[in-house]
């Protein structure tokens, strides 16, 4: 009896999770698809960091919460900030500016991973900085999410877990339908019950 | 009826429901964790800063070439400080545009590149084809031998020829001060006056060389003077032949010239 009021219970509270995961889930894909950008978790993204360049501040494999900047506040960084910025195309990176200058064609930051024993080689211009770093960091967590993305991830994560899951249910129905059968067999005991 | 079965199959099937929301709730995670961070390409960069050289090349930016000219290794029989001393020749087609350094290495037995730093000392920088002596105070008996880098900023190093400084012969290692120093003054003024000696006769024949260059030199423009006029004045036999005495005299000369080089060829 007492088993069974702790299922109940533990039941409940798997079905609350679940149901603000998947309300959650549709509210950021929602907005990020409204906002056309990047998806955010209440103003600030999240960015998985793979690196120790950063170390201790941020630990390799954590993920880190940045608020992006508007266009007009990029110029206004001061020195000590931790920010992201976009090195190359498709390359960002969040590193401490340890210098900034103002030239005719607007601010210069100089960047240093506090790991690191020089500063970046070259300067980073106000406008490639995306977002600031807020200092809160998730610990671990960018080691799952990088495995998740990887092809071995995508088979240990989802895959592994739906043909268990697809397994298990084909032997609830199995079981179901003997069951269905053992009814058949024993018309007697139906209108007991 | 269809209630009570709906809440059996309900109860039966729980753990199939209850696994059912867990295995939901894990792809839920998965796909926001990966969903929220797949468009961060927030790797860090980790940029070193190697202490180390690299070299593309050797340059002789000043084009000078040291070498030590001095033959042999050294035997020198003292037992108290004594100057020991070598030659260095710049064979470069440039000259040296900063003063140079050396370092002199000492080991007691043995072989004295392999020994250690005893003491420094500089030189003033040496035209090309122009050679220096390099100085130093040795204060003690052993192996010496003179270190000089090619170019100030570079590793190449040039050895000199060992020195040897024995304490033999009779002579005794541990004077006292005093002696030593009378000794010390004795010598240098020995060495003083026989410096100065070698000095004055180097200058001497410094000297005689040069006058023989500049008889040469003076013979030769009449030579020329001469040669000119036979240009002009072609029908002057006379002047011919005078020409062909005054070649004569000029492979003479020439002859002398060669050996005067000779001669300094082997004073070097």
Known sequence: MKKKTVFKWLNRFVTGVLMILLIGVAFLAVTAKLTGGDPQVFGYQLKTVLSGSMEPDIQTGSVIAVKPIADEQRGDLKKGDVITFMESEDKLVTHRIVDS????????????????????????????????????????????????????????????????????????????????????NKPVDVPNS | MRQSRLRKFKTKYRWFWFTTKIVLIWYALIFSTTYLTSNTAAVFTNSEESSGKIEAGFWEPEEFVLEF??????????????????????????????????????????????????????????????????????????????????????????????????????????????????????????????????????????????????????????????????????????????????????????????ETITEEGGGN
């Open chain 2, 69 to 258: 000219t001095t033959k042999g290794n050294q035997n020198i029989d003292a037992c108290k400080s004594i100057e020991i001393k070598t030659i260095v020749k710049n064979n470069g087609p440039g000259d040296m545009n900063e003063n140079g350094s050396f370092e002199v290495y000492y080991i007691a037995k043995g072989n004295p590149t392999k020994g250690a730093k005893d003491g420094v000392g500089t030189f003033e920088s040496i035209e090309s084809g122009k050679s220096t002596e390099l100085t130093y105070k040795a204060s003690k008996p052993g192996r010496y031998a003179f270190l000089i880098y090619q170019q100030s900023d570079s590793n190449l190093k040039l050895w000199s020829k060992e020195i040897r400084i024995d304490c033999g012969s009779g002579q005794e290692p541990n004077k006292s001060d005093q002696e030593v120093k009378e000794d010390e003054s004795i010598v240098t003024d020995e060495q003083q006056g026989e410096n100065t000696d070698t000095l004055n006769e180097a200058v001497e024949n410094t000297e005689a060389h040069e006058n023989a260059k500049e008889d040469l030199e003076t013979k030769e423009e009449v030579v020329e003077n001469n040669e000119n006029n036979t240009e002009t004045s072609e029908e002057e036999i006379e002047n011919e032949t005078n020409t062909e005495k005054e070649e004569e005299e000029i492979e003479e000369l020439e002859g002398i010239e060669d």
């Open chain 1, 101 to 184: 200058k103002t030239t005719g064609n607007g601010v210069i930051y100089t960047t240093k991973g506090d790991n690191n024993n020089a500063a970046d080689s070259s300067p980073v211009l106000a406008e490639n900085v995306v977002a600031v770093y807020s200092g809160v960091t998730i610990p671990y967590v960018g080691y799952i999410s990088s495995f998740a993305q990887s092809p071995n991830g995508s088979i240990a994560f989802l895959i592994v877990p739906g043909l268990l899951m697809l397994g298990y249910s084909g032997f609830t129905i199995w079981r179901a339908i003997r069951e269905l059968d053992d009814q058949k």
